[in-house]
């Protein structure tokens, strides 16, 4: 129901862009957003966003852009200045509220895995 693609290895520095495409049999998406796990560590919320506008995690601000296509139903996350801490497996989801994608998702995508090198 949502497909993930776009990651990779890159080098710190360097930049990758994610894509999430929600399918059509999805509805009453209202935000959408991106998640991460390293390995050892709990998934945690990168980014998401609303018709009002997106968040981010503080250690994301700046280095991450994250944008909505609501006529094909995508979600992008543009990724610059990436570190060697991004290094982690990434989530789309998508729900009906900021809080429904922030707390629970009921819609989650395949991950795909981001590795940066130093």
């Known amino acids: 129901q949502l497909q993930a693609s776009g990651g990779g290895l890159v080098q710190a520095g360097g930049s990758l862009r994610l894509s999430c495409t929600a399918s059509?049999?999805?509805?009453?998406?209202?935000?959408m957003g991106w998640y991460r796990q390293a390995p050892g560590k709990q998934r945690e919320l990168v980014a998401a966003?609303?018709?009002?506008?997106?968040t981010y995690v503080d250690s994301v601000k700046g280095r991450f852009t994250i944008s909505r296509d609501n006529y094909k139903n995508t979600v992008s996350l543009q990724m610059d200045s990436l570190k060697l801490e991004d290094t982690a497996v990434y989530f789309c989801?998508?729900?009906?509220?900021?809080?429904?994608?922030?707390?629970?998702?009921?819609?989650w995508g395949q991950g795909t895995e981001v590795t940066v090198s130093s």
């Open positions: 989801a998508a729900g009906g509220s900021m809080y429904a994608v922030s707390t629970s998702p009921p819609y």
């Open positions: 966003i609303t018709s009002t506008g997106g």
């Open positions: 059509g049999s999805i509805f009453g998406i209202n935000a």
